[in-house]
């Protein structure tokens, strides 16, 4: 399909930080080194008028926008742009409000295709507004690609487009962490001479989702330091909680670090105490499994977290808000002979064979292909992740 031209709807793109934003650079420039003539149509989101430019092979135009409204852009280019777009396919990411209003406008018969990323969490008064505007452009979308088959099954919205339903798994770049260069193992080392083990690892925006007063609690039960990768709203809790339950003295909060792949290196395991189906997939478990390191998450209902690094398989599923089944799963990790070898092993394995940035993009244009050849994309019924472990 070298000669197919794709369009990607994005809200923003990189430098502009966000995960789906992230996402799209990294499907995007999988697919243009594959062949296809690839771009981005997106709402700049810096002040300033719209910007061309061309990102790793994909032609990138960056729309200026006149205001913001809560989550909508206003941005008078937006409609006009859609309508000169000429391409084989459509590729929407949503959430994306002000594209799906956009497309509503401009009526292009172009191929629709939409990657979910998730459903609206948090404000559900205005997604609820705003729910018969999307089923309108529904309407016209040949595939939703969902990025686990377990978050599907939660999600409501989709239920009624289950002909039009593929998984399409988030994928990323993993050179870095399969085969780690000479100074990030060095830093490794450094890491763990560093911080008395064993040596545990967390990742993410200091925010309530993520669980990390569970990985402090669960820390008052298990040997060894807790290291915080991230900042945000929730570190002075999470300070007093670490001094509260008495590990203060056990967890480093590292804030923003250069690389993390040494951290994933020198940990005995990557915790992943999320709480809510706010986090969807979780990508950084990928990063992790790939360094071979084992993951400990949990069974977020309807999340795709337990179906990407899958309990007693590539690493250990807790229930929700249990810190001492966290603490156990920690402590089986290094009583149990063979355990964690067998995990890390594993976790690499998967992580190439379903999570590599190539991969997903040859997925991608293989459903491209079933949309425009007009054949069935509907996957497989979708089997569901057990919840936890013993």
């Not at 006149?66 to 777009?85: G, H, I």
Request: aromatic share 6%; with cysteine; hydrophobic share 45%.
């Amino acid at each position: 399909m070298s000669n197919l031209r794709v369009c990607h709807l994005g809200k923003y793109y990189p430098p502009a930080h966000g995960g789906i934003e992230s996402h799209v650079r990294t499907l995007a420039s999988a697919q243009a080194e594959l062949g296809p003539s690839v771009e981005v149509l997106c709402v700049n989101h810096e002040a300033g008028p719209t910007r061309r430019d061309r990102d790793a092979g994909v032609e990138v135009t960056r729309l200026g926008r006149a205001a913001k409204a809560s989550k909508l852009d206003v941005c008078p280019e937006l409609v006009p742009a859609l309508r000169r777009v000429e391409a084989d396919v459509l590729h929407l990411h949503v959430p994306n409000p002000t594209m799906i209003l956009a497309l509503l406008r401009a009526r292009v018969r172009t191929p629709l295709v939409v990657t979910y990323h998730s459903d609206v969490i948090k404000q559900k008064v205005l997604g609820a507004l705003f729910r018969p505007l999307e089923r309108l452009v529904y309407r016209q979308v040949r595939a939703i690609l969902p990025t686990s088959p377990t978050y599907a099954s939660g999600s409501s919205f989709l239920r009624p487009y289950g002909d039009r339903l593929q998984v399409l798994p988030h994928g990323i770049e993993l050179a870095e962490y399969l085969d780690p260069s000479q100074a990030d193992r060095e830093a490794a080392e450094t890491l763990r001479a560093r911080h008395p083990g064993p040596l545990w690892m967390g990742c993410g925006r200091l925010v309530y989702y993520k669980g990390f007063v569970n990985a402090i609690r669960a820390l008052s039960r298990v040997p060894g330091t807790l290291v915080l990768i991230g900042e945000g709203p929730e570190r002075a809790a999470l300070e007093a909680e670490a001094k509260a339950v008495g590990v203060s003295d056990r967890v480093e909060f590292a804030g923003k670090v250069a690389r993390l792949a040494p951290y994933y290196l020198a940990a005995d395991a990557f915790w992943f105490p999320s709480n809510a189906r706010s986090e969807a997939f979780g990508l950084v478990q990928v990063e992790a499994m790939a360094a071979g390191c084992p993951v400990i998450n949990t069974a977020i209902p309807h999340s795709g977290v337990a179906w990407v690094s899958r309990h007693d398989k590539e690493g250990l599923t807790v229930p929700l808000d249990d810190p001492g089944a966290l603490a156990d799963a920690a402590n089986r990790l290094i009583t149990e002979p063979g355990l964690r070898d067998r995990l890390a092993a594993a976790a690499r394995v998967r992580a190439k064979a379903e999570f590599d940035h190539r991969v997903m993009a040859r997925r991608s244009l293989d459903i491209y292909r079933c949309v425009l050849d007009g054949g069935a994309v509907a996957m497989a019924p979708m089997r569901a992740v057990p919840a936890a472990g013993p």
